[in-house]
């Protein structure tokens, strides 16, 4: 392999790189003007609704004729579609934990308020924190909630006005909570909820039958959006429907959904019946999932979609796969765990592994370099642990690496280092069969052969940044332990762009050039960025080839341009990869030459006395 081959796949990652800048950098802007919004609008830290006071419900439009009445094998909680105007204020009861605060609505038994304690919208300390879970009143409807289906059409089941009763005034880690409703009919509905000390709650649903006649009904568990969430649209990750069913990990995009519901004329956009799995609402850091208490339980889940007034309304749902039919002093229900919180490595691990939750760490969007993306997450964590500071533990983990793969660039930079001294021959070869291309590179190949140099061991240090580059994007984006990570100086959050910018002086002009376009955007760390790349460049042999040379020339000039909106914590990585290669390749390089001048200096070895007075033995056939 040449000169060309090099250039090929220095080409094509160049390629790759633009390629993927170019697909994500509107989304990367809108992503950054939508956290700038946030930090301008930013109110003081807000509270969880308070117990007991009341919620104004704002009606949600009713189909013509009234709400529909339930039939067996309905949809889970498509009863529960309208609230009615009129009523009395709700009751709420307090939910709090170390990690969420919030409140539950006796009205309809819904989860419907709940805010993460310790993560705000924005990295100033006295901004919102997130809220994850909103009511009905809220422009963004987001709650979860359990109810029961009557299948046999004539037995009364709590409705989204139900005003349910409890046994306390408060859901804790010590103190469980139990919601009761007598229907009048001989059936008394319970729902008893529990907590832990982090995002996961349990649901235990029953329905105890005193009547002297079977009753038939169906509970359900269900997480619903009654508007389509902001997404960030970035291709690498994905925000949406997902779960894990049947072993397999089943996303869809709201898109998707969408349109499959509406081929399917108002039908699930997915419906599976499986023994465990989970299912919920994925956003970038955010996640709510359902999934059976127990893991051995046969359950039917759905996504669904349906337009309601106008707007876009998204469910999840898990029931039994069948409906259950309660016989005269029995009791049946449904057990299931809702997770509501932030979708932390460690904590989703734990869940998988205690509970049995399959793929739950999936919920992560680590993509197909699952396999490395997943390991550069713990082993960065890990030095986080030591160092304290991400930024630290990303330059550090960039050491090790560099460490783990010496030897192998070191027969990468040797063989570099040699081309570089063959350059003048090289070029020699090309000038003096400049006519005959065929056999210029003929020569050229005998060059290398009787010089031992490879040239096409000097793509390896290029080609190894690309999957290490891929996955340590992957660990900046996508995990949320990076997010709002301070490294030092003005890098406040590694998982958002430099702030800075070269074209306002960093600063010192009060304007923002990117309003003008977004390429007016070049930062501290990329300019250094770029510089190290193009010290490096220099290091290396030049390219006999006028083009190729000029290309490599650029080559700092694009990165420094195609790096500048990536998160900072990446351009940092790159920065510092770059002075250690400068470092390993001179070292390695001046260790080269050494040897070579060593070598050339020793005297040539002497032929033995008795080799040089041996006659020469006589032809054949001669005497």
């Given at each position: 392999?040449?000169?060309?081959?090099?250039?090929?796949?220095?080409?094509?990652?160049?390629?790759?790189?633009?390629?993927?800048?170019?697909?994500?950098?509107?989304?990367?802007?809108?992503?950054?003007?939508?956290?700038?919004?946030?930090?301008?609008?930013?109110?003081?830290?807000?509270?969880?609704?308070?117990?007991?006071?009341?919620?104004?419900?704002?009606?949600?439009?009713?189909?013509?004729?009234?709400?529909?009445?339930?039939?067996?094998?309905?949809?889970?909680?498509?009863?529960?579609?309208?609230?009615?105007?009129?009523?009395?204020?709700?009751?709420?009861i307090r939910l709090e934990n170390p990690r969420l605060q919030g409140s539950i609505s006796l009205r309809g038994?819904?989860?419907?308020?709940?805010?993460?304690?310790?993560?705000?919208?924005?990295?100033?300390?006295?901004?919102?924190?997130?809220?994850?879970?909103?009511?009905?009143?809220?422009?963004?409807?987001?709650?979860?909630?359990?109810?029961?289906?009557?299948?046999?059409?004539?037995?009364?089941?709590?409705?989204?006005?139900?005003?349910?009763?409890?046994?306390?005034?408060?859901?804790?880690?010590?103190?469980?909570?139990?919601?009761?409703?007598?229907?009048?009919?001989?059936?008394?509905?319970?729902?008893?909820?529990?907590?832990?000390?982090?995002?996961?709650?349990?649901?235990?649903?029953?329905?105890?039958?005193?009547?002297?006649?079977?009753?038939?009904?169906?509970?359900?568990?269900?997480?619903?959006?009654e508007r389509t969430p902001p997404t960030a649209g970035f291709f690498i990750l994905h925000e949406g429907f997902?779960?894990?069913?049947?072993?397999?990990?089943?996303?869809?995009?709201?898109?998707?959904?969408?349109?499959?519901?509406?081929?399917?004329?108002?039908?699930?956009?997915?419906?599976?019946?499986?023994?465990?799995?989970?299912?919920?609402?994925?956003?970038?850091?955010?996640?709510?999932?359902?999934?059976?208490?127990?893991?051995?339980?046969?359950?039917?889940?759905?996504?669904?979609?349906?337009?309601?007034?106008?707007?876009?309304?998204?469910?999840?749902?898990?029931?039994?796969?069948?409906?259950?039919?309660?016989?005269?002093?029995?009791?049946?229900?449904?057990?299931?765990?809702?997770?509501?919180?932030?979708?932390?490595?460690?904590?989703?691990?734990?869940?998988?592994?205690?509970?049995?939750?399959?793929?739950?760490?999936?919920?992560?969007?680590?993509?197909?370099?699952?396999?490395?993306?997943?390991?550069?997450?713990?082993?960065?964590?890990?030095?986080?642990?030591?160092?304290?500071?991400?930024?630290?533990?990303?330059?550090?983990?960039?050491?090790?690496?560099?460490?783990?793969?010496?030897?192998?660039?070191?027969?990468?930079?040797?063989?570099?280092?040699?081309?570089?001294?063959?350059?003048?021959?090289?070029?020699?070869?090309?000038?003096?069969?400049?006519?005959?291309?065929?056999?210029?590179?003929?020569?050229?190949?005998?060059?290398?052969?009787?010089?031992?140099?490879?040239?096409?061991?000097?793509?390896?240090?290029?080609?190894?940044?690309?999957?290490?580059?891929?996955?340590?994007?992957?660990?900046?984006?996508?995990?949320?332990?990076?997010?709002?990570?301070?490294?030092?100086?003005?890098?406040?959050?590694?998982?958002?762009?430099?702030?800075?910018?070269?074209?306002?002086?960093?600063?010192?002009?009060?304007?923002?050039?990117?309003?003008?376009?977004?390429?007016?955007?070049?930062?501290?760390?990329?300019?250094?960025?770029?510089?190290?790349?193009?010290?490096?460049?220099?290091?290396?042999?030049?390219?006999?080839?006028?083009?190729?040379?000029?290309?490599?020339?650029?080559?700092?000039?694009?990165?420094?341009?195609?790096?500048?909106?990536?998160?900072?914590?990446?351009?940092?990585?790159?920065?510092?990869?770059?002075?250690?290669?400068?470092?390993?390749?001179?070292?390695?390089?001046?260790?080269?030459?050494?040897?070579?001048?060593?070598?050339?200096?020793?005297?040539?070895?002497?032929?033995?006395?008795?080799?040089?007075?041996?006659?020469?033995?006589?032809?054949?056939?001669?005497?």
């Amino acid at each position: 392999m040449d000169q060309k081959r090099l250039l090929a796949a220095i080409a094509l990652s160049v390629g790759i790189l633009l390629l993927f800048d170019l697909w994500n950098r509107p989304q990367r802007e809108a992503e950054q003007r939508r956290q700038a919004e946030i930090a301008a609008q930013a109110p003081a830290t807000p509270g969880a609704i308070a117990p007991g006071v009341p919620v104004a419900q704002a009606p949600v439009p009713v189909p013509a004729g009234g709400a529909p009445l339930a039939q067996p094998g309905a949809a889970p909680g498509s009863t529960l579609a309208a609230v009615t105007p009129g009523l009395p204020p709700e009751q709420r009861i307090r939910l709090e934990n170390p990690r969420l605060q919030g409140s539950i609505s006796l009205r309809g038994a819904r989860l419907d308020d709940a805010i993460l304690r310790g993560y705000r919208e924005t990295v100033r300390p006295d901004s919102a924190l997130v809220r994850l879970l909103a009511p009905r009143s809220d422009a963004n409807p987001y709650f979860a909630q359990w109810g029961w289906t009557a299948a046999d059409g004539r037995t009364q089941v709590p409705g989204p006005d139900t005003d349910w009763t409890a046994d306390g005034n408060s859901l804790t880690p010590t103190t469980p909570l139990t919601l009761r409703w007598d229907n009048g009919q001989g059936q008394e509905f319970t729902i008893r909820l529990g907590i832990d000390e982090d995002f996961m709650l349990t649901a235990e649903q029953s329905v105890r039958n005193a009547s002297a006649e079977p009753v038939q009904v169906l509970p359900w568990a269900r997480v619903r959006r009654e508007r389509t969430p902001p997404t960030a649209g970035f291709f690498i990750l994905h925000e949406g429907f997902t779960g894990v069913l049947g072993g397999r990990l089943t996303e869809w995009s709201y898109s998707d959904a969408k349109s499959e519901a509406e081929r399917r004329r108002g039908g699930p956009a997915m419906e599976q019946e499986t023994t465990g799995g989970w299912i919920g609402f994925t956003d970038k850091y955010w996640l709510t999932a359902l999934t059976p208490m127990d893991q051995a339980t046969q359950i039917r889940s759905a996504y669904r979609h349906s337009a309601e007034g106008g707007q876009d309304r998204w469910q999840v749902d898990m029931a039994p796969p069948a409906v259950q039919t309660v016989a005269p002093g029995a009791v049946a229900g449904l057990a299931t765990r809702l997770f509501a919180g932030a979708k932390e490595v460690r904590l989703l691990d734990g869940y998988a592994d205690n509970l049995g939750i399959e793929g739950f760490d999936k919920a992560i969007d680590f993509g197909w370099f699952y396999w490395i993306t997943k390991p550069f997450f713990y082993a960065i964590d890990w030095l986080f642990g030591i160092f304290g500071n991400f930024g630290v533990a990303i330059l550090v983990f960039t050491l090790g690496l560099k460490l783990a793969f010496f030897p192998l660039a070191s027969k990468a930079y040797t063989s570099m280092a040699r081309m570089k001294v063959l350059a003048p021959k090289m070029t020699e070869v090309r000038e003096r069969y400049k006519d005959d291309p065929a056999k210029a590179q003929a020569e050229m190949m005998a060059l290398y052969r009787s010089e031992k140099v490879n040239p096409a061991s000097g793509c390896l240090p290029i080609l190894l940044q690309i999957p290490v580059f891929f996955a340590l994007y992957k660990v900046l984006f996508v995990t949320i332990e990076m997010r709002h990570a301070p490294f030092f100086g003005w890098i406040r959050d590694l998982s958002a762009p430099d702030p800075t910018n070269l074209f306002n002086l960093f600063g010192i002009l009060p304007y923002d050039p990117t309003q003008l376009s977004s390429f007016l955007h070049m930062p501290a760390w990329a300019i250094a960025m770029g510089i190290t790349m193009w010290l490096q460049f220099k290091l290396n042999p030049t390219p006999p080839d006028p083009i190729q040379a000029k290309i490599f020339a650029w080559m700092p000039l694009i990165f420094t341009f195609m790096l500048a909106s990536f998160p900072a914590g990446l351009v940092i990585y790159w920065t510092w990869n770059n002075l250690l290669s400068i470092a390993q390749q001179y070292y390695i390089m001046r260790t080269d030459k050494k040897r070579q001048a060593r070598a050339a200096a020793a005297p040539a070895p002497a032929k033995p006395a008795a080799a040089i007075a041996a006659p020469k033995p006589a032809p054949k056939g001669k005497k």
